[in-house]
């Protein structure tokens, strides 16, 4: 599921465009964001982003997970996620970090994600 590393993103692109964040454009507690899918979430935080004037120039991701191993999926990640914002896979980088088994994420309780945006106003 990779709803945690999706919904870094769409923060992190909505934060980026000073647009607010997430639960902000997608409350949780409207009923039509029960079981919303991430990646349409994340689309539709691109197109205010984009109506707002501004283009992604890049972004760069880390997901902690102690299981799955990521490294393996990056190159498939990374296209994923492109694809969604219509950017090359050039312009996404994925670093995938364990807890050491320490903390949720080390005993395997938990998965986090953050990520930063580079945005620019289109000319």
């Known amino acids: 599921d990779a709803d945690v590393l999706l919904h870094a993103i769409t923060d992190a692109l909505l934060g ?13 507690t409207d009923p039509a964001n029960r079981g919303r899918d991430s990646a349409d ?16 120039v890049n972004l760069d991701c880390v997901i902690s997970a102690q299981r799955p ?7 498939a990640i990374r296209r994923r996620i492109a694809a ?9 980088w994925l670093k995938a970090k364990t807890g050491e088994g320490v903390g949720p994420v080390g005993e395997e309780l938990a998965v986090a994600a953050e990520c930063v945006v580079l945005v620019e106003r289109r000319a």
């Open 84 to 92: 969604i914002l219509g950017v090359g896979d050039d312009a996404v």
């Open 69 to 75: 191993r990521i490294l393996p999926h990056r190159p």
């Open 16 to 28: 980026a465009a000073a647009l607010g964040d997430i639960g902000e454009m997608f409350p949780d």
């Open 41 to 56: 979430m994340l689309r539709r935080a691109l197109e205010r982003v984009t109506a707002a004037g501004w283009r992604i």
